[in-house]
């Protein structure tokens, strides 16, 4: 079997004929580099690079052109050919579609799988390492594979109960707004900012049609997320996240204790935690510290008491949490702590948001659960430069988007 014939069974490009193989060596940063020179067959030449429908021929383009491919045993290697232009009636002059590359890659689409699926699946700098190539190239690959894998599909289609979150994504108060299908746990939407205008664009790529099929909205407090789903999808049920409620009791009672303990000149390092953490996961020392605040700290104890009562609440559900929520607020607005009277009032303006939790069951779970995969991935990076560069790793990761190795089932 000839050179020519052995590169294009390791290529496994369908569409595509090897004319020539060689090994050029130079003084360029890989040395010895092997280049198949290629050229589409009748099947696939004279196609738009974006439609892929056939076209009059326009002209000879920039003449050779090379794209790097998967490296044969040890050597880089790039496959070459001519990238004529043609005349598309839908889209104009295009560079004509080559079978081994996306549209406008250096790369081909074996080298692009395989980084992908490596970024996925370890560290980008492992993967720069074993690839050879430059973070930023690795970043312009995902971006691009994911683009071309949403292209396929809708990420939208379907969508009944969704939760919309933010998440700091780097220092400076920079923000990402992500979009999360309850239903299946996917990522289907991000975008850099946290504001109105921000998530308007999720609702404007959704459409009226499905945003009217929209039932539930999982959120925090962020009113801005309220006025915008109130405004482009009225139908929808918005439902507090029980775990931001709780957290604003936490902070009520974290300030009781910094102002009960400070006026008694008592410091206890195990109080802290012994009114915080769960009864069931308190250690001795802590307990026993929960002891001595319950018989001589009257504030902080009932401070405590209705942190507790808060997330009963939330353990309650249904009938029995309408019931529990209506005790909370009474005993908060007599608590005579001024931090929870105006945590009563917080609460009952989110009230109805907060009922609708119990009655439907229905929490930021899910987004919470995919903030902390973007804080992995972002720790496992060592941040990212640019938003879009993380947005298109998560999708990837968590859109539901599959990529398999090449030359796999």
């Not at 009563?344 to 939790?357: C, E, G």
């Not at 990212?384 to 998560?394: D, F, Q, S, V």
Request: net charge positive; hydrophobic share 40%; proline share 3%.
């Amino acid at each position: 079997m000839s050179s020519s014939k052995v590169m294009q069974q390791v290529l496994a490009v369908q569409g595509m004929v090897v004319e020539d193989v060689t090994v050029e060596s130079g003084g360029g940063k890989f040395g010895s580099v092997v280049v198949a020179t290629v050229r589409c067959d009748y099947r696939t030449s004279g196609r738009c690079g974006r439609c892929r429908r056939p076209c009059a021929g326009y002209d000879q383009g920039a003449g050779l052109r090379r794209w790097r491919t998967i490296d044969t045993g040890t050597m880089v290697t790039y496959l070459q050919a001519r990238a004529p232009r043609v005349s598309c009636p839908d889209h104009g002059v295009q560079v004509a579609h080559v079978p081994w590359a996306r549209p406008g890659a250096k790369m081909t689409l074996l080298l692009e799988d395989v980084s992908a699926w490596s970024a996925a699946n370890m560290t980008v700098s492992a993967v720069t390492v074993l690839l050879r190539l430059s973070w930023r190239t690795v970043a312009a690959i995902v971006t691009r594979v994911v683009a071309d894998l949403l292209g396929r599909t809708d990420p939208m289609a379907g969508l009944v109960r969704i939760g919309i979150d933010e998440i700091s994504y780097r220092k400076g108060h920079r923000y990402l707004t992500c979009v999360v299908d309850h239903d299946t746990g996917r990522l289907v939407w991000a975008a850099p900012g946290r504001n109105t205008e921000t998530l308007g664009k999720f609702f404007t790529a959704l459409g009226p049609e499905r945003a009217s099929q929209l039932s539930h909205v999982s959120a925090d407090g962020a009113d801005w997320i309220h006025r915008v789903v109130a405004e482009r999808a009225p139908q929808a049920l918005i439902c507090m996240h029980p775990f931001h409620v709780v957290a604003w009791a936490m902070k009520g009672l974290d300030k009781v204790r910094h102002r009960t303990l400070a006026a008694a000149g008592v410091k206890d390092r195990n109080a802290r935690w012994a009114v915080a953490k769960n009864p069931i996961n308190l250690t001795a020392d802590q307990k026993s510290a929960l002891e001595r605040i319950k018989d001589s700290n009257d504030a902080l104890y009932t401070a405590y008491l209705l942190k507790e009562q808060l997330r009963v609440v939330f353990e309650a559900k249904g009938e029995r949490g309408r019931e529990v929520l209506a005790g909370w607020l009474s005993a908060a607005r007599s608590s005579g702590l001024p931090e929870f009277v105006r945590l009563a009032a917080t609460v009952d303006r989110y009230r109805q948001l907060i009922l609708n939790t119990l009655e439907h069951n229905v929490s930021n779970a899910r987004s919470e659960a995919t903030n902390c995969h973007l804080r992995a991935l972002t720790k496992r990076a060592y941040g990212y430069r640019t938003p879009e560069a993380l947005i298109a790793m998560g999708m990837l990761t968590r859109g539901g988007l599959t990529v398999a190795l090449p030359g796999r089932n």
